[in-house]
């Protein structure tokens, strides 16, 4: 697999809507090595999610680390990654009207955080990685994941939904100052 490089703020390619991936072309060789490539490169800068806009590829697909289980049985299961999740063209229906602001960051954005308001439950129907059906609720972090990625494939940064800048800081100031809250 490959490490793939990843598009900064003020790429065209950030700003663009990201065509559908079509079903027939979703179990090709170049399509399934773009998410296996996307899946390294996550795993590679530390990030729970990544959207093929995010490297250079404008098409309705991300990648992503959600940790939808139940709360693990033993110490053991609950320092086990969970498994990359793919979304190819997704759908999100807001399910609960509750809205959360926190902190987020982006790979595209390096070393930037800020809170940024997002639905707090959602649905998403999507397509997985063999072109089938996804029909997932989600809730706090995974809920916000989802979002974010989703709007990267709009051409949507996380700045765009912040309703302040006020919470915009560095990394190293959000580590000694805010990560305690």
């Known amino acids: 697999m490959s490490i793939l490089k990843v598009a900064r703020m003020g790429h065209p390619v950030l700003r663009a ?4 991936l079509d079903r027939s072309d979703i179990r090709t060789a170049e399509v399934q090595k773009l998410i296996d490539d ?3 490169t996550m795993r590679e800068y530390h990030g729970v ?4 806009p995010q490297v250079h590829e404008s098409l309705r697909l991300f990648v992503a680390l959600l940790d939808t289980r139940r709360p693990p049985d033993d110490e053991h299961e609950a320092d086990e990654e969970p498994e990359p999740i793919v979304v190819i063209n997704p759908e999100i229906t807001i399910v609960d009207s509750a809205i959360a602001e926190d902190w987020e960051g982006c790979l595209s954005i390096p070393d930037i ?3 940024v308001p997002r639905a707090r439950e959602i649905r998403v129907r999507a397509l997985d990685r063999d072109g089938g059906r996804i029909d997932l609720r989600a809730s706090a972090f995974p809920a916000r994941v989802i ?4 709007d990267h494939l709009d051409g949507v940064l996380f700045f765009d939904r ?3 800048f006020e919470s915009l800081t560095f990394l190293e100031e ?3 100052f ?3 809250d």
């Open 17 to 20: 809507k990201a065509r559908p």
């Open 38 to 40: 996307m899946i390294d």
């Open 49 to 52: 999610g990544l959207a093929a």
């Open 113 to 115: 955080r800020g809170k």
């Open 147 to 150: 979002q974010h990625e989703t």
């Open 162 to 164: 912040m309703r302040t």
């Open 174 to 176: 959000y580590s000694r």
């Open 178 to 180: 805010q990560k305690q």
